[in-house]
């Protein structure tokens, strides 16, 4: 339960106040998110840290196109990926899979990294585009890190989430869920280039279906710098690749035949239609509001 709270000014004010009890604060959409206590291993408010160290003052909240990426301040909420005009259509999209307003103005960048959900809304895109993150160690020591390592072995304050943007490199991302404010039950995120239909530096990350989103290098070697097989033999190719558990978002092999479908439609789209899925900032668009 939350006992303190602190909005330091300072990077070096914010690393002084962190203890082992402590906790840092961007939106809160899901450190403080509690869930029923009358089911066995929920998360209840005796599970928030007693010490929130609120970070509105010291992380950046900025989307700039710099020298060949785009940069987001981990602050960045969803909300300001969407109504940013330096953001790519595949970017947006993730970003509106989450579907509630009310939790886009919360929920950050940062936090959505930091929480690495299997589900999670961005992270198969940034991994899938070999992304890299600004991180501080202390308010001395700030150096940059791959993300997949960090997300392997967490460490300091994210600052800045880095996206390289290269000339014809393209990328898709896309989800499907049992509602439109559920979370995701499996996540699809494809990185590439095209060329005569053949689609080279593949990068394919998939979420739902382990504990984190992963990396496929097996899923990229079948279809690396090859014709494309018709999307039936696609699926049947990938099904039995994709092992996940059961759970509330759907069944096992739901969700392997859902991601196969997923794959198999991605794959096609970013051949057939290599303009839709560029790098190059696309138009701030206003998605409906969708009602919980």
Not at 243 to 251: I, N
């Amino acid at each position: 339960m939350v006992k303190e709270y602190y909005r330091p000014a300072t990077l070096a004010e914010a690393f002084k106040l962190q203890t082992a009890a402590s906790a840092w604060l961007a939106g809160g959409s899901s450190l403080l998110c509690t869930e029923s206590p009358s089911v066995p291993g929920n998360r209840t408010m005796a599970d928030v840290p007693e010490r929130l160290i609120d970070l509105k003052l010291i992380v950046p909240a900025a989307v700039a196109r710099e020298n060949g990426n785009l940069v987001i301040g981990a602050g960045s909420s969803f909300q300001d990926i969407l109504d940013s005009d330096q953001v790519f259509a595949a970017l947006r999209a993730a970003a509106g899979s989450m579907s509630n307003r009310n939790v886009r103005n919360r929920a950050t960048v940062g936090g959505n990294l930091a929480d690495n959900r299997s589900c999670a809304s961005l992270t198969p895109l940034f991994l899938a585009m070999g992304t890299s993150l600004q991180i501080a160690s202390s308010s001395e020591v700030i150096e940059t890190v791959p993300l997949e390592a960090w997300l392997v072995q967490p460490k300091g304050l994210v600052l800045k989430v880095i996206v390289p943007c290269p000339e014809n490199m393209l990328a898709v991302s896309r989800h499907s869920s049992r509602t439109a404010c559920d979370v995701a039950t499996v996540v699809m995120a494809v990185s590439c280039r095209q060329h005569d239909g053949r689609l080279t530096d593949l990068r394919i990350v998939a979420g739902g279906f382990g504990p984190h989103a992963e990396q496929r290098s097996d899923l990229e070697r079948l279809f690396e710098n090859q014709t494309l097989p018709e999307r039936p033999a696609i699926e049947t190719a990938v099904r039995p690749l994709l092992k996940a558990l059961d759970d509330v978002r759907g069944s096992a092999g739901f969700k392997s035949q859902l991601g196969a479908v997923l794959l198999a439609d991605l794959l096609h789209e970013l051949a057939a239609r290599p303009e839709n899925f560029s790098l190059q900032p696309s138009p701030a668009t206003r998605i409906p509001e969708v009602r919980s």
